[in-house]
């Protein structure tokens, strides 16, 4: 069972907004440790598309932005488009785990 | 081009033992700490381990759940990074990826990844 918890799955029209909620505790988001979000198209490997919590790589469409308070983090999709179907993870650190962890992830699907 | 590709992976009965590879190239691999991160089917992202730099002394730490069967070594001379794996269980099965750590510190992100490689573990 992940320690970060994000909601299984999440759904919107094009164009529309939906927002990714990534809840930890006191031992990883809590501590000010940085959210990083994934993004993975099925049968491919996870990609990078926010670094420490607010950051996008170069790349990354400006429709994507992400956000940190108290022990959670959140990740928004503006104009929400037919290519953003896909599982997205957030990914902490936990001091009492000494090590990194996941989101259970979540599916984006574009109605 | 940054670079990972993972090898080693297939099937192996419960209670044996596994050794993956991960081939580094395009970037400083000595001076990157690397992670293995593994995906059973259906199923979300889950950390197994990670070892850090020579200059942080080849650090290892572990998730709970393969603590004492697995082992994560690297032959910087080599650009590789290796995940042994013992006492295998079903639970095991999945794809194993390698990824690149960004920076020096625990909590940074994870820049680069492998294609991935299947572990099945069944009798």
């Known amino acids: 069972q992940s320690v970060l918890t994000q909601p299984p799955s999440v759904s919107g029209a094009p164009g529309q907004r939906v927002t990714i909620s990534c809840t930890g505790s006191?031992?990883?988001?809590?501590?000010?440790?940085?959210v990083h979000w994934y993004r993975q198209l099925p049968g491919t490997a996870p990609k990078l598309l926010i670094r420490?919590?607010?950051n996008r790589p170069s790349g990354v469409p400006d429709r994507f932005s992400g956000s940190k308070s108290g022990t959670s983090a959140s990740l928004a999709i503006t104009g929400l488009q037919a290519e953003d179907e896909a599982d997205y993870y957030c990914?902490?650190?936990?001091?009492?785990?000494?090590?990194?962890?996941f989101g259970g992830g979540t599916k984006v699907t574009v109605l | 081009e940054v670079q990972l590709v993972e090898s080693g992976g297939g099937l192996v009965q419960p209670g044996g033992s596994l050794k993956l590879s991960c081939a580094a190239s395009g970037f400083s691999f000595s001076g990157s700490a690397m992670h293995w991160v593994r995906q059973a089917s259906g199923k979300g992202l889950e950390w197994v381990g990670r070892?850090?730099?020579?200059?942080?002394?080849?650090?290892?730490a572990y998730a709970a759940s393969v603590k004492g069967r697995f082992t994560i070594s690297r032959d910087d001379s080599k650009n590789t990074a290796y995940l042994q794996m013992n006492s295998l269980e079903t639970k095991d099965t999945a794809v194993y990826y390698c990824?690149?750590?960004?920076?020096?510190?625990?909590?940074?992100?994870?820049?680069?990844w492998g294609q991935g490689t299947l572990v099945t573990v069944s009798s």
């Open positions: 990824s690149r750590q960004v920076g020096t510190t625990p909590h940074n992100w994870f820049d680069t």
């Open positions: 006191s031992s990883n988001i809590g501590a000010g440790y940085d």
């Open positions: 990914q902490s650190y936990d001091s009492s785990l000494s090590g990194s962890l």
């Open positions: 070892i850090r730099s020579k200059a942080n002394s080849y650090t290892t």
């Open positions: 420490g919590n607010t």
